[in-house]
C-alpha cells in the first residue's frame, strides 16, 4: 500500500514568487491534515479536510495560504506571495474516516522543504 | 494555551545505554497523549500513545512512555537504545476526543546513539 506522497521534496524560491506543494493522501482516507515546522521548532497544525471540505483552517497563518483538496483526493498548498518567513518543512497526514480517537491513526509524508531566498 | 514542551533538544546516548526523553504538557482539560518519531528522509510514525487507563504504556521498538497527571509528563524511555534508534522524537497532544488528527506538538529532541 502506498504511503502519503509529498511533492516536491524540496523547494528553493525567491521572495515574492509563488510555490505550489502537493499531497497525495493514502486512497479512501477521508482525512486531510497540512501541518509545518519552521526553522527547528515545534510542528504546527494549518488545517484539516474531510474529503473536499475543509474541517478547520484555524492554522492558517495569512491570506497568502491556500489549501484545496479536488475531488476529495490529493490536496495543494499553495502559497503566494512567498516570504522569507515561510522556509520550513510542510507536512502532510492523512487518516481514515471517524474512527474514534482510540483508533485514528495518522500517516505522515515525508514533507516538503521549503526554502524562500 | 496549551503546549507541549520537550526539555531537551539534543541527546547523544552510547548504543545499549538506557535512555529516557522528557516531555511536559500544559493543559487544563484531559488530553490524550502521543509520542511519534522521524527518522532521517521519512514521515513522523507513530511511536506509542495514551487515551486512558493504564499510565504506563508500550510502544514499538521497545519504547514505553509514563504518564504522570500530577507532573504533568508524558516522559519516554527505553532500557537499551540501539544505531537505528537515532531519530528526532516529537511528543504531542490531542485536546478532547473531536479534535481528529490536530495535535501540538513539542519541538522535537534528537536521539544520536553512538557505537
Known amino acids: 500500500e502506498a504511503g502519503v506522497t509529498q511533492f516536491p521534496s524540496h523547494s528553493v524560491i525567491e521572495k515574492g514568487q509563488t510555490v505550489t506543494l502537493r499531497c497525495d493522501p493514502i486512497s479512501g482516507h477521508d482525512n486531510l491534515y497540512w501541518y509545518r515546522r519552521v526553522m527547528g521548532k515545534e510542528i504546527k497544525f494549518l488545517l484539516h479536510f474531510v474529503k473536499e471540505s475543509k474541517q478547520d483552517e484555524s492554522g492558517m497563518p495569512n491570506n497568502r495560504f491556500l489549501a484545496e483538496r479536488t475531488g476529495g483526493t490529493y490536496s495543494t498548498l499553495k502559497v503566494q506571495p512567498a516570504e522569507l518567513e515561510d522556509s520550513g518543512v510542510y507536512f502532510c497526514?492523512?487518516?481514515?474516516?471517524?474512527?474514534?480517537?482510540?483508533?485514528?491513526?495518522?500517516?505522515f509524508g515525508s514533507g516538503t522543504q521549503l526554502s524562500v531566498l | 494555551a496549551q503546549s507541549v514542551t520537550q526539555l531537551d533538544s539534543q541527546v547523544p546516548v552510547f548504543e545499549e545505554a538506557p535512555v529516557e526523553l522528557r516531555c511536559n504538557y500544559s493543559s487544563s482539560v484531559s488530553v490524550y497523549l502521543f509520542w511519534y518519531v522521524q527518522y532521517p528522509n521519512q514521515g513522523l510514525q507513530l511511536l506509542l500513545k495514551y487515551l486512558s487507563g493504564s499510565t504506563l504504556v508500550k510502544g514499538i521498538n521497545g519504547f514505553e512512555a509514563e504518564f504522570n497527571k500530577s507532573q504533568t509528563s508524558f516522559h519516554l524511555r527505553k532500557p537499551s537504545v540501539h544505531i537505528s534508534d537515532t531519530a528526532e522524537y516529537f511528543c504531542a497532544v490531542k485536546k478532547g476526543w473531536n479534535q481528529g488528527g490536530k495535535l501540538i506538538f513539542g519541538q522535537g529532541t534528537e536521539l544520536s546513539v553512538k557505537p
Open positions: 497526514a492523512s487518516s481514515q474516516g471517524d474512527r474514534g480517537v482510540a483508533n485514528e491513526k495518522l500517516f
